[in-house]
């Protein structure tokens, strides 16, 4: 049986909380669990009758996609060297699989290591995401970190959902109540700079038959680098490793002798989703330096699939939009309450099985609402148009995205856009020409797979900016603190420059290559350039945009997009011959 408990509960009363916090730690005493030595990292011992075994499944990366995507999980390669995939995916399916498992142990938590919501398709955001967290619910969802994504509509939004109420301007647009989340978020290193304290508890203790189980939950530190500024105004976003340290401190005081934590930040890695081959990325700093009472590190973030231990530590990441389901298994000691056995792998989320019916019902219940809009044919496409980026950074989507940016600004009464940047962050899904989503014809893009390219909403903003400024904003793309290497900008026709990646950093675009329509910029002369809000705010660390005078507010992203399509049907892939990689 599990005990659930949150020692800095903000649903129950604080004396109540306090009182039950004691009782519990007086108990835990009794067992013997509080300071006893920790047996050595990753040592294995033989499974005694009394010790406790302990399932833990996990997710990340949902950003609401309830329906199947068209991502598929490769599982090898044939004897041409060419990937083996199958079809993955689809909250149905995500939820038959978990109760599947849960039913196996009856010890068993589920986790998120955040990104559930944000940058949803419309059957998802067109109802703020209440449908995805209704999803996550019927799944039994126990905690999540907080992704940069669950803060793209700012904090009081994100503390809506958890604690329940009508969205502030539209109200409920189903028919069915919302009651919030029945999951608890957490964040340890999310601060409100005006009360000075965690704007979720940060860690929760969770008793199974009487052993607590810390659960430490971490947020991308660099948050406020990829989020709309004004959406994280007043928030402050504590060092990882610091945080992590200083919680398990905490719950090591406590006599907590397991401890996962759940941080939406991760790495990458060149095998298959099981493997962990050259494991690289800011996780693998994060993992080395944090107190190895640690057990299990829950990643997300970077879309990536690994099962990896690092450091003696169980490190997952199951992809995103669920296609992959994480089970980790851990046998607790009764004596010492730590870890004396582990295991993990990642689970395909196949469609082999019938849909959980629950789910599937509500998600048919939204499907039917959304549908007049959804299924809306907009335009035509002559064949895949992909977010996939060449060596030089440039994707064929990026440039009909750009396209659509100018064409939205380049009229403007009061003094039209000449270039348009967009960042590929905010290009969240391809256009496929044989996707039929709504019944429509192959090539024939809908509103809703449209809302699926452009799902953010921001407003499109055009300002000056003189040639030197440019010049500066594409070197930025190069020196880039935000997570990644590097950030090429999506370029709109007519303007294209070559990029040198040998080259010293501040000095990899040589400015005469920088043209317009052929003719190289002037590094006084000024020019109109439109990009989101996003980006306008200085986003990804583009921080040349704030210095944009004579700013003037369009039409939002998404009705660029809609329009441009609708326009200039049918669209071709975009040429990708705009950004130059010098060889």
Same mark, same amino acid.
Request: aromatic share 6%.
């Given at each position: 049986?599990?005990?659930?408990?949150?020692? +800095?509960?903000?649903?129950?009363?604080?004396?109540?909380? !306090?009182?039950?916090?004691?009782?519990?730690?007086?108990?835990?005493?009794?067992?013997?669990? !509080?300071?006893?030595?920790?047996?050595?990292?990753?040592?294995?011992?033989?499974?005694?009758?009394? %010790?406790?075994?302990?399932?833990?499944? &996990? #997710?990340?990366? !949902?950003?609401?996609?309830?329906?199947?995507?068209?991502?598929?999980?490769?599982?090898?390669?044939?004897?041409?060297?060419?990937?083996?995939?199958?079809?993955?995916?689809?909250?149905?399916?995500?939820?038959?699989?978990?109760?599947?498992?849960?039913?196996?142990?009856?010890? $068993?938590?589920?986790?998120?290591?955040?990104?559930?919501?944000?940058?949803?398709?419309? *059957?998802?955001?067109?109802?703020?995401?209440?449908?995805?967290?209704?999803?996550?619910?019927?799944?039994?969802?126990?905690?999540?970190?907080?992704?940069?994504?669950?803060?793209?509509?700012?904090?009081?939004?994100?503390?809506?959902?958890?604690?329940?109420?009508?969205?502030?301007?539209?109200?409920?647009?189903?028919?069915?109540?919302?009651?919030?989340?029945?999951?608890?978020?957490?964040?340890?290193?999310?601060?409100? @700079?005006?009360?000075?304290?965690?704007?979720?508890?940060?860690?929760?203790? $969770?008793?199974?038959?009487?052993?607590?189980?810390?659960?430490?939950?971490?947020?991308?530190?660099?948050?406020?680098? #990829?989020?709309?500024?004004?959406?994280?105004?007043?928030?402050?976003?504590?060092? @990882?490793?610091?945080?992590?340290?200083?919680?398990?401190?905490?719950?090591?005081?406590?006599?907590?002798?397991?401890?996962?934590?759940?941080?939406?930040?991760?790495?990458?890695?060149?095998? +298959?989703?099981? @493997?962990? *081959?050259?494991?690289?990325?800011?996780?693998?700093?994060?993992?080395?330096?944090?107190?190895?009472?640690?057990?299990?590190?829950?990643?997300?973030?970077?879309? =990536?699939?690994?099962?990896?231990?690092?450091?003696?530590?169980?490190?997952? =990441? &199951?992809?995103?939009?669920?296609?992959?389901?994480?089970?980790?298994?851990?046998?607790?000691?009764?004596?010492?309450?730590?870890?004396?056995?582990?295991?993990?792998?990642?689970?395909?989320?196949?469609?082999?099985?019938?849909?959980?019916?629950?789910?599937? @019902?509500?998600?048919?219940?939204?499907?039917?609402?959304?549908?007049? *809009?959804? %299924?809306?044919?907009?335009?035509?496409?002559?064949?895949?148009?992909?977010?996939?980026?060449?060596?030089?950074?440039?994707?064929?989507?990026?440039?009909?995205?750009?396209?659509?940016?100018?064409?939205?600004?380049?009229?403007?009464?009061?003094?039209?856009?000449?270039?348009?940047?967009?960042?590929?962050?905010?290009?969240?899904?391809?256009?496929?020409?044989? =996707?039929?989503?709504?019944?429509?014809?192959?090539?024939?893009?809908?509103?809703?797979?449209?809302?699926?390219?452009?799902?953010?909403?921001?407003?499109?903003?055009?300002? $000056?900016?003189?040639?030197?400024?440019?010049?500066?904003?594409?070197?930025?793309?190069?020196?880039?603190?935000?997570?990644?290497?590097?950030?090429?900008?999506?370029?709109?026709?007519?303007?294209?420059?070559?990029?040198?990646?040998?080259?010293?950093?501040?000095?990899?675009?040589?400015?005469?290559?920088?043209?317009?329509?052929?003719?190289?910029?002037? =590094?006084?002369?000024?020019?109109?350039?439109?990009?989101?809000?996003? +980006? &306008?705010?200085?986003?990804?660390?583009?921080?040349?945009?704030?210095?944009?005078?004579?700013?003037?507010?369009?039409?939002?992203?998404?009705?660029?997009?809609?329009?441009?399509?609708?326009?200039?049907?049918?669209?071709?892939?975009?040429?990708?011959?705009?950004?130059?990689?010098?060889?």
């Amino acid at each position: 049986m599990i005990k659930k408990h949150n020692c +800095l509960a903000n649903k129950l009363n604080r004396h109540l909380a !306090l009182k039950l916090c004691l009782i519990i730690l007086i108990s835990v005493a009794s067992l013997g669990c !509080l300071n006893v030595s920790k047996p050595e990292k990753g040592a294995l011992e033989n499974t005694q009758e009394n %010790n406790v075994e302990v399932q833990i499944l &996990a #997710i990340n990366d !949902l950003h609401g996609q309830l329906e199947p995507s068209t991502g598929k999980v490769v599982t090898g390669y044939n004897k041409t060297g060419s990937p083996i995939s199958v079809d993955s995916g689809g909250m149905g399916y995500l939820a038959a699989h978990i109760k599947e498992l849960s039913s196996e142990n009856p010890n $068993t938590l589920v986790v998120s290591a955040g990104d559930s919501m944000g940058a949803s398709p419309l *059957l998802s955001a067109l109802f703020h995401d209440e449908p995805t967290i209704k999803a996550l619910n019927m799944m039994g969802l126990d905690f999540s970190a907080v992704g940069n994504h669950d803060l793209d509509e700012g904090v009081d939004e994100l503390m809506r959902i958890q604690n329940v109420g009508c969205y502030s301007t539209d109200g409920n647009l189903s028919n069915s109540s919302f009651e919030g989340s029945h999951f608890q978020f957490l964040a340890a290193n999310i601060v409100n @700079e005006s009360t000075n304290t965690t704007i979720f508890p940060a860690y929760n203790i $969770t008793y199974v038959q009487g052993i607590p189980i810390g659960f430490i939950g971490v947020a991308l530190k660099d948050t406020p680098y #990829i989020v709309t500024a004004s959406k994280v105004k007043g928030l402050r976003f504590l060092d @990882e490793v610091e945080t992590i340290n200083e919680q398990v401190r905490k719950l090591k005081s406590m006599g907590v002798k397991t401890i996962v934590v759940i941080i939406h930040d991760g790495g990458s890695q060149e095998g +298959l989703y099981n @493997e962990s *081959l050259n494991m690289s990325g800011p996780i693998v700093d994060v993992i080395n330096a944090t107190d190895d009472e640690v057990d299990v590190f829950i990643t997300g973030h970077t879309h =990536q699939a690994y099962n990896a231990n690092i450091d003696g530590r169980i490190v997952t =990441q &199951a992809g995103s939009a669920s296609t992959l389901l994480t089970d980790i298994d851990l046998v607790i000691s009764n004596e010492t309450c730590d870890v004396i056995e582990r295991k993990s792998r990642n689970i395909i989320v196949s469609r082999d099985v019938p849909e959980d019916s629950e789910v599937s @019902e509500l998600i048919d219940e939204y499907k039917s609402l959304v549908a007049p *809009l959804a %299924n809306r044919v907009i335009g035509n496409i002559t064949g895949n148009i992909t977010k996939r980026a060449s060596d030089s950074g440039e994707s064929a989507l990026g440039d009909v995205v750009a396209d659509a940016q100018l064409y939205a600004t380049s009229n403007s009464s009061s003094g039209g856009a000449v270039i348009a940047f967009t960042n590929p962050g905010g290009i969240r899904a391809d256009l496929v020409y044989d =996707q039929l989503s709504g019944g429509e014809l192959p090539g024939q893009v809908t509103y809703g797979e449209a809302f699926s390219v452009q799902p953010f909403g921001n407003d499109m903003v055009t300002m $000056t900016l003189n040639g030197t400024q440019i010049d500066a904003l594409l070197e930025q793309q190069f020196d880039n603190p935000s997570p990644g290497s590097k950030r090429i900008l999506q370029v709109s026709k007519g303007f294209s420059y070559t990029w040198n990646e040998s080259a010293p950093t501040g000095e990899k675009v040589d400015i005469s290559s920088i043209k317009i329509n052929g003719t190289s910029i002037d =590094q006084s002369s000024p020019y109109r350039i439109t990009m989101n809000t996003f +980006l &306008a705010d200085g986003g990804d660390n583009f921080s040349v945009m704030k210095e944009g005078i004579d700013r003037t507010v369009g039409s939002t992203d998404l009705d660029a997009f809609v329009d441009y399509l609708t326009a200039f049907s049918p669209i071709a892939p975009g040429s990708e011959r705009r950004i130059v990689l010098e060889e």
